[in-house]
């Protein structure tokens, strides 16, 4: 099992950028692949962003694209979140996962391992 907990949520403007971080503790974390979902109250919980375990492929979903950037050290065992552009839709609970796989997924039943969540707020 992967324990993993977030950090560097918080308030921002929109316009503003913020940048999350995963740190994991385990072994099989630098070979999973790993993503980045948030939920906002009374709405599903959805995948951001994943990346593979090489970092080599990356996915992004339609309203973040070309805006948040993942990336992942593995030799930290730490993973990040670059978010840039926010706008008071980005509001959510931030919470980093571990996939049981290691190619790239967005599926929430492909990940074994979750975090906590980080708050992001961002006003308009």
């Known amino acids: 099992q992967v324990q993993l907990v977030e950090s560097g949520g918080g308030l921002v403007q929109a316009g503003g950028s913020l940048r999350l971080s995963c740190a994991a503790s385990?072994?099989?974390?630098?070979?999973?692949?790993a993503g980045w979902f948030r939920q906002a109250p009374g709405k599903e919980r959805e995948c951001v962003a994943a990346?593979?375990?090489?970092?080599?492929?990356?996915y992004y979903s339609g309203s973040v694209k070309g805006r948040f950037t993942i990336s992942r050290d593995n030799a930290k065992n730490t993973m990040s979140l670059q978010m840039n552009s926010l706008k008071p839709e980005d509001t959510a609970n931030y919470y980093c996962?571990?996939?049981?796989?290691?190619?790239?997924?967005?599926?929430?039943?492909?990940?074994?391992?979750w975090g906590q969540g980080t708050q992001v707020t961002v006003s308009s």
């Open positions: 996962a571990a996939s049981k796989y290691a190619s790239a997924t967005t599926w929430p039943s492909d990940f074994g391992s």
């Open positions: 385990g072994r099989t974390f630098s070979s999973s692949a």
């Open positions: 990346i593979s375990w090489t970092g080599g492929t990356t």
